[in-house]
C-alpha cells in the first residue's frame, strides 16, 4: 500500500520555525487534496491544515491561523507544512496524508505514514 513519508521534524525552541515536507507517488498526488495532522501526547489526532487539488485553497485549525502554512509542489510530487513561531503547545507527531473533499470536509483515504515528530520548549 502507498504511504506518504514525512520528514522535517525535530526538536526547537519556542518562536523558533520548522518545515515539514511529504513526498508521495505521483499517481497519488495528483489526484488528492492533502492535509496534515497532529498527535499530542495524550490527545486525539487533529487535523492542522489541508490544501485542495487543483485550486490550492488551504484551511487550518484556529490554534495555527496566521502561522503554519501548508503548500504544494506539483513538481516535486510534495506537500510541506511550514510552521514559525512555534509554540509548546504544537508538541506532536505530525502525519501527512493524501485524500478527497467531500464538500468542506477532508477525508484521508492513502495509507498513513509513520508521521514525524515535532518537539517545542519553552
Known amino acids: 500500500q502507498v504511504r506518504p513519508v514525512e520528514s522535517g521534524g525535530g526538536s526547537v525552541q519556542a518562536g523558533e520555525s520548522l518545515r515539514l515536507s511529504c513526498g508521495v507517488s505521483?499517481?497519488?498526488?495528483?489526484?488528492?487534496?492533502a492535509g496534515w495532522y497532529r498527535q499530542a501526547p495524550g490527545k486525539e489526532r487533529e487535523l492542522v491544515a489541508t490544501?485542495?487539488?487543483?485550486?490550492?485553497?488551504?484551511n487550518y485549525v484556529d490554534s495555527v491561523k496566521g502561522r503554519f502554512a501548508i503548500s504544494r509542489d506539483n513538481a516535486k510530487n510534495s506537500v510541506y507544512l511550514q510552521m514559525n513561531n512555534l509554540k509548546p503547545e504544537d508538541t506532536g507527531v505530525y502525519y501527512c496524508?493524501?485524500?478527497?473533499?467531500?464538500?468542506?470536509?477532508?477525508?484521508?483515504?492513502?495509507?498513513w505514514g509513520q508521521g514525524t515528530q515535532v518537539t517545542v520548549s519553552s
Open positions: 496524508t493524501y485524500g478527497t473533499f467531500s464538500g468542506t470536509t477532508y477525508y484521508p483515504n492513502v495509507g
Open positions: 505521483g499517481s497519488i498526488f495528483t489526484t488528492r487534496a
Open positions: 490544501i485542495s487539488r487543483g485550486d490550492d485553497r488551504t
